[in-house]
Nanobody, 115 residues
Framework: QVQLVESGGGLVQTGGSLRLSCAAS????????MGWYRQAPGKQRELVAT???????NYAEPVKGRFTISRDNAKNTVYLEMNSLKPEDTAVYYC?????????WGQGTQVSVSS
């Protein structure tokens, strides 16, 4: 399994931007599908965005047009660029990786958006 470490969370005002990073260990990062999930207090963890090994992307409806997922295979890193942030984006954001049946999660990074 790949080890994942997120960074880049923080507190931002409504309308602001943040970029999350997720650094992965291992030499076969390029073969993993990567993604971001989030979990708000009292709610279930939900998909935010994914990117395949072939760079195809998928976004949850609430973030379409505001968030962008990307990956840099040379740096073993996946990014989540978040713009026009809203209070409802407040959550712990988790990095996710999948290769076949193997799934890995990061420890999470807090994103808080003040109104």
């Amino acid at each position: 399994q790949v080890q994942l470490v997120e960074s880049g969370g923080g507190l931002v005002q409504t309308g602001g931007s943040l970029r999350l990073s997720c650094a992965a260990s291992g030499s076969i990062f390029s073969s993993y599908a990567m993604g971001w999930y989030r979990q708000a207090p009292g709610k279930q963890r939900e998909l935010v965005a994914t990117i395949t090994s072939g760079y195809s992307t998928n976004y949850a409806e609430p973030v379409k047009g505001r968030f962008t997922i990307s990956r840099d295979n040379a740096k073993n890193t996946v990014y989540l660029e978040m713009n026009s942030l809203k209070p409802e984006d407040t959550a712990v954001y988790y990095c996710w990786a999948r290769r076949g049946a193997a799934v890995s999660w990061g420890q999470g990074t807090q994103v808080s958006v003040s109104s």
